[in-house]
């Protein structure tokens, strides 16, 4: 499981709103030049269930579970360029039935089978959105005010 510290901004009896400052993992990530959530601002601020009943102010400890995050990482990372690898191979040995250029057919294929892989990343994303599985969660209450 991958842990943060965070402050709550903001709670109800069911949502906390938490928001961590940028910390060393974010310097080690592979992304870091590419990141969204870097360039706009150091730091974090997301919604999470309020299980602990956190409250305005308190320092909070929130953790992602480790498989959910891997798999959103292979899916939107290795499976678009596993199925392009696969549309160009099948592209360039399909090539030779119909007496076309092989490399025409693999970068029809190829790019036919991303962009396939790009929808399938959308259904999926659609469905993730409104899994708290995904999501954030609260670990610990550090310090109540």
């Not at 798999?71 to 399909?94: E, H, K, Q, R, S």
């Amino acid at each position: 499981m991958v842990k943060e510290e965070g402050v709550v901004t903001s709670a109800t009896d069911s949502i906390a709103w938490v928001k961590t400052v940028r910390t060393s993992a974010c310097d080690a990530c592979e992304a870091k030049d590419n990141c969204e959530i870097l360039n706009s601002k150091s730091s974090i601020h997301f919604k999470v269930r309020n299980v602990l009943n956190a409250k305005k102010g308190d320092r909070v400890v929130v953790g992602v579970q480790t498989k959910p995050l891997l798999f959103l990482t292979f899916m939107l990372y290795v499976f678009p360029i596993f199925l392009l690898l696969i549309g160009a191979f099948a592209g360039d040995n399909l090539a030779s039935f119909f007496n076309l250029d092989p490399n025409l057919m693999a970068i029809s294929f190829g790019f036919a089978l991303f962009f396939f892989a790009i929808v399938i990343i959308k259904m999926i994303n659609k469905k993730v959105e409104k899994n708290w599985k995904y999501k954030p969660f609260l670990v610990k209450v550090l310090k109540s005010l």
